[in-house]
């Protein structure tokens, strides 16, 4: 079980924090994330072999399980015989897996650690600016599907993701260009469905069901931020924003 938590660091599920139930959790560093190193992530894992196979990975998909600048941990560096190799090849240079140049710098690892410091902070103020959107725009639900918490969890806020509803007199499109030309910044859920964009065309796949939820979001949904430095005056501003949106096309749909 893999667990992608790039976009929940610090949620936890019936108590429990989110990452902790996989054989192998994903976070990332992004700036937009819930902490940054500028750019990166890591892969977290309780075990030895999975360590192992994700550090090969990381390093260009090597045999080898020395440290980064260390070399020959094992005593056997020349003493190998592995794939069509000959015997002795450098085992420091063996590949047995397609792998990546994926290391994080020493600077990069400081910044992150400065950040690890902040993260209570962050998702502190994260679920607190998501609480206040939530609120303020809840008289608009008969037009924008908002989000919920699932019971029994408690959500680290990327984002606060809106949906506009199949009957609004408005679309997403015109909402969020609306929302941009008041310079406040807006983008889709991620890819939405994957199937439909130009890179996965040409591949061969099968779906065996309609996916609506996926149809959904795809066509409806954006995320508006809930960023851990943003003030109240902001938060209104957003709200008053959306309001105004709404009020002009209801007003005009009345007249």
């Not at 976070?27 to 075990?47: D, N, Q, R």
């Not at 609480?131 to 969890?153: H, I, K, Q, V, W």
């Not at 260009?177 to 996965?200: C, K, M, N, Q, V």
């Not at 939820?213 to 430095?229: K, Q, R, S």
Request: a negative charge; glycine letters at 10%; one cysteine or more.
């Amino acid at each position: 079980v893999i667990e992608d938590t790039c976009d929940a660091v610090g949620a936890t599920w019936h108590g429990k924090p989110v990452g902790s139930f996989g054989d192998l959790a994903t976070a990332s560093f992004y700036p937009a994330h819930h902490i940054t190193m500028g750019e990166g992530g890591a892969v977290l894992t309780k075990t030895k072999p999975m360590r192992k196979i994700v550090e090969s990975f990381r390093d260009w998909g090597r045999d080898c399980w020395c440290a980064p600048g260390d070399s020959n941990t094992c005593g056997r560096r020349y003493d190998w015989q592995l794939g069509d190799l000959p015997y002795g090849y450098d085992h420091k240079f063996t590949y047995s897996h397609i792998g990546y140049n994926m290391k994080a710098t020493e600077m990069q690892a400081a910044i992150g650690v400065a950040q690890l410091s902040k993260l209570d902070g962050f998702i502190a103020a994260r679920r607190q600016n998501w609480a206040y959107l939530r609120e303020g725009l809840a008289d608009l639900e008969e037009f924008l599907l908002l989000p919920d918490a699932t019971p029994g969890s408690e959500p680290s806020w990327f984002g606060f993701a809106i949906t506009v509803r199949p009957e609004a007199p408005f679309g997403r499109l015109e909402l969020v260009e609306y929302l941009e030309s008041r310079r406040i910044d807006a983008r889709p859920l991620f890819g939405g469905d994957l199937t439909r964009h130009p890179a996965y065309l040409g591949i061969p796949h099968r779906i065996v069901r309609p996916m609506v939820n996926a149809e959904l979001i795809t066509n409806a949904t954006f995320w508006i931020g809930v960023y851990p430095g943003l003030a109240s005056e902001q938060l209104d501003f957003l709200i008053d924003t959306l309001h105004d949106f709404v009020s002009g096309y209801t007003l005009a749909r009345s007249s």
